[in-house]
Nanobody, 125 residues
């Protein structure tokens, strides 16, 4: 298990922005995929976006396309999720997970391991 640490959540008004961070200290593999997932109260966890380290390919759920952007800083071993034009339905706990191995195209429909504890995002006026 690889420890992941999410941060950056908070309370924001509709239309606002947040940037989440997922730190992976001590992770040394070159090839992996990192995914962001979220869970709203009373709902199942759903995939938000993922990024492949092999190709920098990113994939987004339809609900966040055009509003969310993933990026990474290899030196800091951190992956970011920039969330713009936030909506009430974006509220939830956001988790990052990691999946080892070469994945030219990342997927949100495969198992991820080594989850963090999550960071709360609340979009409300």
């Amino acid at each position: 298990q690889v420890p992941l640490v999410e941060s950056g959540g908070g309370l924001v008004q509709p239309g606002g922005s947040l940037r989440l961070s997922c730190g992976v200290p001590g992770f040394t593999e070159e090839h992996y995929a990192i995914g962001w997932f979220r869970q709203a109260p009373g709902k199942e966890r759903e995939g938000v976006s993922c990024l492949s380290s092999s190709t920098d390919n990113t994939s987004y759920a339809d609900a966040v396309k055009g509003r969310f952007t993933m990026s990474r800083d290899n030196a800091k071993k951190t992956v970011y999720l920039q969330m713009n034009n936030l909506k009430a339905e974006d509220t939830g706990i956001y988790f990052c997970g990691i999946r080892s191995g070469i994945q030219p195209i990342c997927s949100l429909k495969v198992p991820y391991a080594s989850w963090g504890r999550g960071t709360q995002v609340t979009v409300s006026s």
